[in-house]
């Protein structure tokens, strides 16, 4: 380890540096040249639209590809690494953007698995997981199980996994993307305290507020090299967004109003139990209408997943009807209403989005085996489905050489914007969006809100999901708050702000914001968005 001197003493040397890192794939050059130094202790952001080739960067350093040039050096050493177990011996580890936790295991069995030799699977590893938690203020107790836990505990067991197993530089990989504000702070606070134990953070984001107010030093990647390091002292998000994608920072927002009076999806207290019994929907009502987008806020694992796989036939319901334009459709199947005109976004791309190993075209027949393009007759049109398949890579911006890459070769924004292309096209009647933003840049943000907008236009009724609040708030006519499976209290859009939003779904009320209390309030009498201000 090398150190260079200097009028105060020896300097430390970088924690990391990457010195022209080229990577390239069949068809693509995802990495080319890319110079970065990360000084220790401190949390440097990196930042890019998708497809700019951040998350590429980022699993090279941490060992899952191997650079075709270029060096890495951790702590002024050069270091080469054939897996991750290289990276982590180096002291690097990685939190990534979908947990990888069991639920079925405690927090001790979840940090412990797969480095039993470090302190055994007992009462040291117990302890040692107290004196992390503690020393970086991440208030985790070793033997709680993981299912009792919330999002924002969630991630920070992640941490503790990265730190139990000696890591001095930790890569997160758009932790924001699932909490709520109050947890966003919390976050930067534990970053805050590993920044002050010495540790270094390398923190990809497409949140530029958040990078601005937690990062000491900005890495922008276009097209996958590096054009531009900024103080964030200095730098404002327009500036920043300027950077990443040559236009605008994106507002979400809806303009006029455009509900109408036709009820196009209803649930009529819908409940679905878990296999313990518990009712994790309980007696949802609410009324969706055509040109409508109505968005439902809650802090994960408050029963919105399991309304949408009861909506889309994925579940069935204990209680309760869901109609689609006064046809009962309770029970039907995840075909027949697919058929029947809604589309869906999913929380989880790679579990209903995406089949990660096939192609381009392949994945656009998804959801859409018994209509055209995708089939002929009783044959799968190979020739609709590639043609459409371009079209939709053309229309929304998805990067990518080929309609034959396979899924998984894309980034995940990249892949976000291609499912949401395929739910938009065939004119559905009622679309299930969740999370439709989620890890994808402010360029394909803008797109995606555009479309929403546009479709509601043309009188698509739209259920909205999402952990950014903000997006809630500017993108729907009628917001409602979910805790514990019930729909609690009713929002106005045009007045509430994230904060009071982000109080309300951890059940604190709406701290003196206009609300009202769920309980036969439907859509119709709702407070819609712009009311009858210059409606449409």
Known sequence: MSSTPSGKGAQAPPAVELRGITKRFPGVVANHDIDITVAPGTVHAIVGENGAGKSTLMKTLYGMHRPDEGQIRVQGR????????????????MVHQHF???????????????????????????????????????????????????????????????LYRGARTIILDEPTAVLVPQEVDELFDNLRELKREGLTVIFI???????????????????????????????????????MVGGELPVPELRESTVTDHVVLSLDGVTVRSADGRAVVDGVGVDIHRGEIVGIAGVEGNGQSELIEAIMGMRPLADGRILLEERDVTGWSTLRIREAGVGYIPEDRHRHGVLLESPLWENRILGHQTKEP?????????????????????????????????????????????????????????????????GVDVGAQAAIWEQLRDARAAGLAVLLISADLDELIGMSDTLHVILRGRLVTQADPTTVTPEQLGSAMTGAGLDGADQSTEGGTDGADGAHRHGSEGGA
Do not use: C
């Open 78 to 93: 050069e270091v080469r690494f054939g897996s991750p177990s290289d990276a982590i011996r180096n002291g690097i580890g």
């Open 100 to 162: 990888m936790l069991a639920d079925n295991l405690s927090v001790l069995e979840n940090v412990v698995l797969g480095a039993e030799g470090r302190h055994g699977i007992g009462n040291r590893a117990r302890a040692k997981i107290r004196e992390l938690s503690t020393q970086y203020g991440l208030g985790i107790e070793p033997d709680r199980l993981m299912e009792e836990l919330g999002v924002g505990e969630r991630q920070r067991v992640e941490i503790l996994k990265v």
């Open 205 to 243: 984001s497409h949140k530029l507020d958040e990078v601005l107010s937690v990062a000491d030093e900005i890495t922008v990647i276009r097209r996958g090299t590096t054009v531009a390091t900024a103080d964030p002292g200095t730098t404002t998000a327009r500036e920043l967004a300027t950077l």
């Open 374 to 438: 995708s089939v002929r007759g009783p044959w799968i049109n190979k020739v609709g489905a590639r043609a459409d398949a371009a079209r939709i890579v053309d229309e929304y911006d998805v990067r990518t050489p080929s309609i034959d890459v396979i899924a998984d070769a894309l980034s995940g924004g990249n892949q976000q914007k291609f499912i949401i292309g395929r739910e938009m096209s065939g004119s559905p009647r009622f679309l299930v969006a969740a999370h439709p933003t989620r």
